[in-house]
């Protein structure tokens, strides 16, 4: 991925037209014309430091550090009200994901401290590793990822849930599964990133 | 007119006859005014036509039809040159009021009467037709909206008169580099083809092309009107379609928006720079960073209160051209509402998509160095624009409704002096129900310079304006027309438009000022009367020179003579009547129509004396909504009180004082006169009738009580042609308010 230009002044552009070409489904952002029917449907919006809306333009504005600094950009669930009902298609809840992984990139500290950003990385840690998701370690790495002593407090909390999960046999107590051919899905993995990369530059 | 032979024909169709006793409608004619009626059971079908014309041909040389309202069936029982009145049995009798009751008898009864009653009053028109009449049609302006005009008449068969004040046809265009969208897929600015316009228009022969030239005087009248030019030349023309365009607003009062600081230019000026070639930054390299100011001086109270429509769009294309020229420019465009109206939306969305950044909120001052200070409502917060080469002022268009170079004329101080002041605002008069209160007056103002045709109308040079210069004109039905009958707007000098609207609007406008000269030549009424070929009549020998009548036409129809008698000029006129309405002494009349028509009608109807209970209300409608309206609210099967007795009046302009008195003399309790809606925001066809009715009546409340009468008993209530279902409970809320006042004491004298 090229480089993200930090502008220098407001509605310096240098910053939105990066995202414009580099951010998944940036080429329709153009688009937007600050209607707010994402913002006004996103069951999120309450949790969110500024809705889709105002961080579209925001990104006009060029004020990238306020953009990736958000953590609207962590809260999306993907559920795709947005994406539905935006009158200019624009794809908010891509945008919103890729941005987050470029915030990852450019090492904003929202993209480590948030509960989002936390789980994320649980889950992906899990599904690159198992080619699955266990339920045991994504919480586990989730809930310590906040350090010793939380991360117990944390586990303890949520015990009774757990026991319940197990006893109507939602969660095992063995070994972790994994996926047949661990191996490939590493080539695969692999492969992703080398075009993940190469569109970014690309483009 | 030979002896008068009055033939009456009843209907029993659609349910009339079994609703009302048809043999007491026949004794009304029989007993009441001696002539022998004939009822037929479809008197619109070909049968009971044919009866009529078999007795036309027989001798009856005026036809009374009582059957359906008079806006149904017009063709039906038209018998031309046989005059035809029409009592309405079916809408508002039949249909708004219960089958078999004696008060709807009564009903029926009454309106067979007034139209028997007035049948002797009235006569077939005779029309006006004297002298030659011009069929050429003079357009004012030759940018667009005059080319189009020009090539409309003269492709109808017309003769033209172009006038272009500048020497060179094809006015703004000229100077503009593209034009705005008006082909599909709308979303790219389109080349400016001024030039195969103006060669159009100058190789066509029926066209005359004067440049160079302005109007000095203007006379006459439809079908004549005598134009003299600046070079003192003088030309016959029918009548005149105003193209004059717009200028654009003075920039020198944006002061606050940077105007005067290097680098800030307006719309116009910038469209110039593009026309030129690449537009240049005060450093004198190709400009590469641009903010468009939306909105400068206009919808701002300030300035010019209202939106020109077209500002928008015009900062989208310039900012695509300044896009198309270097994709990497910065085009910034900061609005406060951005309005692209129709399929300039495409427009919109192509410049986002070239990437024009649209910024929403209120600019608070431009620096020496051109940077912007914005109130962000987008981001929230104030944000400084820095960089930029460029600020355009979207700045709006003005009206050319006078010649800026010609000296203003005073208008109305002396010319009105000591008579009504036509303009003033209007006060509400009596009301059933809330009444609203008196809109404000809004701002008259006429942009400087001089009046564009020195009209040689006794109500003064200037075409009347409803405000910022804008011509007056009930603008919803009769969009080209102005209050100078034979004279109509076009283009950005009628309202602000693109060149594609222009267009268009130039056909809308020849096309009216076609019909104008041909129905001046028949000596037929332009709308809302059609066809009408009555005109009003004066009785000079009673005449006591009040100039009422000259003061209050709507349409400045009748000037003064030398001895300051009125004098009507017909082609100008509209047939509204309100000169009728106002004159004190009862002499201005129509062939068709006068006041004693009127009164006739109201004395016809039968007052049952207090013991009955009955009260009888009186209801003057204007023909062109209210009237339409109860024939709908009858057509709905709505229901109002059988104590009243409808009058339609051409307008309510018409009705004369002594119509309210006369009815109240003979014992009426109540009278409500029903018409458009008054004010600033009129609904008037004929512009000033129902205002004119309103201001009359606000005076009546004193001759009343000098009879020893409530006001109340007298009030006007709007009528738009939607109130089918309001009207009823409007027309019962006074029956009970007069109810509650008690019945009229000149009852029975």
């Known amino acids: 991925m090229s480089h993200v230009p930090t502008p220098t002044q407001t509605y310096d552009l240098s910053f939105a037209r990066w995202v414009y070409g580099h951010v998944d489904g940036g080429d329709r952002l153009a688009l937007c014309m600050q209607c707010g029917t994402c913002s006004g449907s996103c069951p999120l919006g309450p949790q969110m430091d500024f809705g889709p809306r105002k961080l579209f333009m ?17 809260n999306c669930v993907s559920c795709y009200n947005c994406v539905v009902r935006c009158p200019r298609q624009v794809p908010v809840k891509h945008i919103l994901q890729s941005l987050a992984t470029v915030a990852v990139r450019e090492g904003y500290p929202g993209a480590r401290e948030t509960d989002n950003a936390r789980f994320a990385k649980a889950f992906w840690w899990s599904a690159a590793k198992y080619g699955r998701t266990d339920e045991r370690l994504v919480t586990a790495k989730f809930y310590f990822s906040y350090g010793l002593s939380k991360g117990y407090r944390k586990s303890m909390a949520n015990l009774a849930i757990a026991k319940g999960m197990v006893k109507a046999r939602r969660m095992h107590l063995g070994l972790p599964h994994k996926c047949k051919n661990a191996g490939e899905l590493k080539l695969i993995l692999a492969r992703a990133a080398e075009i993940e990369a190469r569109h970014g530059d690309a483009s | 007119m030979s002896e008068r032979k009055t033939g009456v024909y009843l209907c029993s169709g659609c349910g009339i006859g079994e609703a009302v006793p048809m043999a007491a409608l026949e004794g009304v004619a029989r007993t009441e005014y001696k002539l ?36 149904v069936m017009t063709d039906r029982f038209a018998f031309e040159p046989v005059l035809t009145l029409r009592a309405d049995l079916r809408e508002k009798v039949i249909w708004s009021h219960p089958a078999g009751d004696e008060d709807t008898a009564a009903l029926a009864e009454d309106s067979l009467r007034m139209a028997l009653a007035a049948a002797p009053k009235v006569k077939f028109p005779e029309p006006w037709i004297e002298g030659d ?6 357009v004012l302006g030759g940018g667009v909206t005059g080319l189009n005009a020009a090539r409309e008449a003269a492709a109808l068969g017309h003769d ?21 969208p008006h082909r599909p897929p709308y979303d790219k600015p389109e080349a400016n083809h001024i030039e195969d316009l103006v060669a159009a228009v100058t190789a066509e022969p029926r066209i005359v092309v004067r440049l160079g030239a302005t109007v000095t005087r203007t006379g006459g009248m439809p079908g004549k009107f005598a134009v003299t030019l600046s070079d003192g030349s003088v030309e016959d023309v029918g009548a005149i379609v105003i193209a004059t365009g717009w200028r654009p607003y003075d920039a020198g009062k944006l002061g606050h928006l940077g105007y005067g600081v290097p680098g800030v230019v307006t719309n116009v000026q910038f469209e110039a720079m593009l026309k030129a070639g690449a537009p240049k930054a005060a450093s004198g390299k190709p400009v590469k960073s641009v903010a468009f100011v939306q909105c400068a001086g206009s919808r701002d109270p300030e300035h010019l209160p209202y939106c020109s429509s077209t500002c928008c769009a015009t900062s989208l294309k310039q900012a695509l051209e300044l896009l198309q020229a270097d994709p990497a420019a910065n085009c910034y465009v900061l609005y406060e509402e951005l309005r692209t109206p129709g399929v300039a939306e495409e427009l919109y969305r192509a410049a986002q998509r070239a990437g024009v950044i649209f910024i929403k909120g209120k600019v608070k001052g431009v620096d020496a160095d051109l940077t912007v200070h914005v109130a962000d ?16 002022l979207a700045t709006g268009m003005v009206p050319n409704s006078t010649d800026p170079d010609a000296a203003p004329v005073e208008y109305g101080a ?15 008069a009596g009301f059933c129900g809330e009444a609203p209160a008196a809109p404000e007056r809004r701002a008259q103002a006429v942009p400087p310079g001089g009046p564009l045709l020195n009209l040689q109308y006794r109500q003064g040079p200037h ?10 004109s009930h603008y919803i039905c009769f969009p080209y027309e102005t209050r100078r009958t034979g004279i109509y707007t076009c283009g950005p000098v009628r309202r602000p438009m693109d060149w594609a609207e222009a267009e268009e609007d130039a056909q809308g406008a020849v096309l009216k000022a076609v019909q104008a000269v041909r129905a001046a030549a028949a000596g037929s009424a332009l709308h809302p009367r059609v066809g009408d070929l009555s005109f009003p009549k004066i009785g000079l020998n009673q005449c006591t020179k009040c100039r009422r009548c000259t003061v209050e036409c709507p349409f400045g129809a009748i000037d003064e003579d030398e001895k300051e008698y009125p004098q009507v000029n017909p082609t100008r006129c509209r047939r509204c009547g309100t000169c009728m309405g106002a004159c004190p002494v009862r002499t201005i009349s129509f062939d068709n129509y006068s006041v004693e028509y009127l009164t006739t009608q109201i004395k016809a109807v039968k007052i049952p004396d207090e013991f009955s209970g009955k009260p009888r209300i009186l209801v003057i409608a204007c023909e062109n909504d209210a009237v339409p309206a109860l024939d709908q609210a009858g057509i709905k099967r709505n229901s109002w009180s059988a104590h009243v007795r409808v009058l339609p009046v051409r307008c309510l302009g018409s009705v004369s004082l002594l119509c309210i008195s006369d009815a109240l003399s003979v014992g009426y309790d109540g009278v409500m006169l029903m018409g458009c809606k008054p004010g600033d925001d009129y609904q008037c066809h004929f512009v000033k009738g129902s205002a004119m009715a309103a201001e009359r009546l606000s005076k009546v409340g004193e001759t009343l009580k000098s009879m020893m009468l409530e006001p109340e008993r007298v009030v006007q209530v709007d009528a738009s042609i939607a109130d089918a279902d309001r009207l009823p409970g409007v ?15 000149f009852k029975g004298f």
């Not at chain 2, 036509?49 to 039809?65: L, P, T, W, Y």
């Not at chain 2, 009449?133 to 003079?138: E, F, K, L, T």
């Not at chain 2, 272009?164 to 593209?178: F, T």
Request: contains cysteine; negative net charge; aromatic residues 4%.
């Open chain 2, 160 to 180: 033209v008169l172009l006038i272009e004040r500048s020497d060179r046809l094809g006015g703004r265009a000229r100077d503009a580099s593209l034009r705005l």
């Open chain 2, 377 to 392: 409502a987008l981001v929230q917060q104030d944000v400084p624009l820095k960089g930029l080469d460029m600020v355009v």
């Open chain 2, 463 to 472: 075409l009347p304006v409803l405000h910022d210069g804008f011509a007056d």
């Open chain 2, 133 to 138: 009449y011009s069929q050429r049609i003079a």
């Open chain 2, 414 to 428: 002396d010319l009105l002096k000591g008579d009504v002041d036509p303009e003033a605002a209007i006060k509400v």
């Open chain 2, 36 to 71: 022998e009626p004939k009822t037929h059971a479809c008197l619109c079908g070909d049968e009971g036509v044919e009866m009529i014309r078999a007795d036309i041909a027989a001798g009856v040389n005026q036809v009374v039809v009582a059957a359906c309202s008079a806006r």
């Open chain 1, 58 to 74: 925001m990104i006009r504005a060029g004020l990238k550090d306020q953009v990736l600094g958000s953590n609207t950009i962590w």
């Open chain 2, 731 to 745: 027309i019962d809320g006074f029956v009970e308010q007069i109810m509650g006042i008690g019945f009229n004491p």
